[in-house]
T-cell receptor
């Protein structure tokens, strides 16, 4: 597609529910990233994909968080048993995958856990 | 580990004022350095970049020079406009593919 697309743009859920956030990267981009941006904070790295594999999952906060990428394209970030501290904007970005290449971001999915 | 430190905001300036947002980094090897900008209601986007020492990145009147000796990449603009109001993030990639971001600096420009 023309840009990185994320859905839903807004999600309100109750504590303890599972949520799925979707990212559709720019066509042809092999690298895909998930970041979390909490209110007034910087960007916290969560996970990075190169193709369908995830060489770096070091930022996932707990085992309630998981992500997958299929067909080298769409990625889903899943948060199980959501907690109030999971409330944040979840940003997806993609890049060409070449060393040093910059990121193209989606507009984010705002998650609110009540 | 690698890290980026940038000045806390918010920064409030009048139109046509000179802007500097400080950014310093810690990294192994020779990182590529970036400034990203997030305008109100929009996603982050690349503003400028520099890939080696003494490189100057520039875009939309903004400039930043890669200073290896001071491990800095300060963002400057000679004359800011109201439309420059945004959050600015300094970032680096070192070695692998993980981009590390600073905490962001919010800029308000008054007419």
């Amino acid at each position: 597609g023309a840009g990185v697309s994320q859905s839903p743009s807004n999600k309100v859920t109750e504590k303890g529910k599972d949520v799925e956030l979707r990212c559709d990267p720019i066509s042809g981009h092999t690298a895909l990233y998930w970041y979390r941006q909490s209110l007034g904070q910087g960007l916290e790295f969560l996970i990075y994909f190169q193709g369908n594999s995830a060489p770096d999952k070091s930022g996932l906060p707990s085992d309630r968080f998981s992500a997958e990428r299929t067909g080298g394209s769409v990625s889903t970030l899943t948060i199980q048993r959501t907690q109030q501290e999971d409330s944040a904007v979840y940003l997806c970005a993609s890049s060409s995958g070449l060393a040093g290449s910059w990121l193209f971001f989606g507009e984010g999915s705002r998650l609110t856990v009540l | 580990g690698d890290s980026v430190t940038q000045m806390e905001g918010p920064v409030t300036l009048s139109e046509e004022a000179f802007l500097t947002i400080n950014c310093t980094y810690t990294a192994t090897g020779y990182p590529s350095l970036f400034w990203y900008v997030q305008y109100p209601g929009e996603g982050l986007q690349l503003l400028l970049k520099a890939t080696k020492a003494d490189d100057k990145g520039s875009n939309k009147g903004f400039e930043a020079t890669y200073r290896k000796e001071t491990t800095s990449f300060h963002l400057e603009k000679g004359s800011v406009q109201v439309s420059d109001s945004a959050v600015y993030f300094c970032a680096l990639i070192s070695g692998g593919f993980k981009t590390i971001f600073g905490a962001g600096t919010r800029l308000f420009v008054k007419a």
